[in-house]
């Protein structure tokens, strides 16, 4: 496994992607790809003005503990990548509301979310 995957990788690592579908698959490693703190950094923090912040629900905020207490529980694995899909995919969405189309992250930004696109069709292919 390479060094520097973003923090996506230990997201996915709790969510168990070994069960995932192929298609799945494939589509993650082109999101953790697209997500390495590199790139991250360039695009979201350095082409940000300083102390910039996006308003989000507390409900649209995934954290660890939370996903720790779901899988303790009756959540299937299928379900918690389903849920990663739907906050990450929404995060995107929301940073990118508030781009201009000639600001510098807007091509990242839209390269994601077709990331996320396919991988919600994927989804939507066995969703339960």
């Known amino acids: 496994m390479q060094q520097g995957y973003a923090a996506v990788l230990c997201v996915l690592a709790v969510l168990g992607l070994e069960a995932a579908a192929p298609g799945e698959c494939e589509l993650t490693r082109l999101l953790q790809d697209k997500l390495q703190y590199e790139m991250r950094l360039q695009y979201m923090k350095h082409y940000f ?66 990331l996320f696109d396919a991988l919600g069709e994927e989804y939507s292919k066995y969703r339960q």
Request: proline share 6%; glycine share 2%; net charge positive.
């Open 49 to 114: 003005p300083i102390d910039y912040t996006v308003q989000v629900q507390y409900e649209e905020v995934l954290r660890p503990a939370n996903i720790t207490r779901l899988r303790n529980g009756t959540v299937s694995e299928a379900a918690l990548r389903y849920l990663w899909f739907h906050v990450s995919s929404q995060a995107v969405l929301r940073i990118r509301e508030v781009l201009p189309e000639k600001h510098p992250s807007w091509k990242y930004t839209q390269e994601l979310c077709q």
